[in-house]
């Protein structure tokens, strides 16, 4: 028998070095914040967790130390703006620091993890060139066996055709996965799109881009028999964050 499994998504949460990079590391306390409580199986980080590739010491620093603080399996990919080009930050972090839990695929053509303690398999594939010709979903493998069959990539939703832009995911793309839950990046906004039995999610950007408008982040719940579900969850506004990363500065000013 196959086992519920809770999955804590996020992307794009676009992590820059110095003060003006400060909501944006509250903003990704508060997702792994999220994990912890939720009790999460299993944890995705769908590209574009870095906002550039020359993002230095301190920022790689506190995302080991972030992701130490999850106990369940956790899996990044790349975006467009921290890809595999060289050089690039995630190419020279070594998330072993952060824990066995925490692995990156770096495959270009794609790569399945299993987790057997999760009943569930992670297809996932990094982004080298965000270009026309790039398709994220390429080589998504069909289900091959009764594990929850998960699928992450990062690219551009498009329900339509004629759209000329880069990193194309279409509906066609989507329901011939068979994936039970697919996990995106690159959209900001948290939205959800059905296409066969898959369900689909971008999880939404940690921090949106108005000041007054909520970051959020996707909880999603396989439970067997049963369609998935997903729900957005708030993580805040952008001047809440930055009301507590000032908040956070001055507290550390004091001691
Ligand atoms: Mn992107």
Known sequence: MIRPLTIAHTSDVHLIDGDEGENVRVAFTRVVDAVIEHDADLFLIAGDLFDHNRIHGVVIDFVYAQLARVTCPTVIISGN?????DD???ARMNFGKAGRHVTLIDDAEGRVLEFPELHATVWGRCMENHHPAHRPMAGAPPRTRDLWHIGMAHGFYVDNWGADRSSL???AEIADSGFDYLALGHVHCHRR?????TLACYAGAPVSYGRD???CMA?????????????EYAIGTRGELAAV???VDKIAAVG
């Open 81 to 85: 703006h921290d890809n595999s080009e």
């Open 88 to 90: 690039a930050v995630l």
């Open 169 to 171: 995911i279409t509906p």
């Open 193 to 197: 799109m059905l296409h066969g039995e």
């Open 213 to 215: 408008e909520t970051g």
């Open 219 to 231: 909880i999603a719940e396989l439970n067997p028999g049963a369609p998935a579900r997903v729900v």
């Open 245 to 247: 990363s000032r908040t």
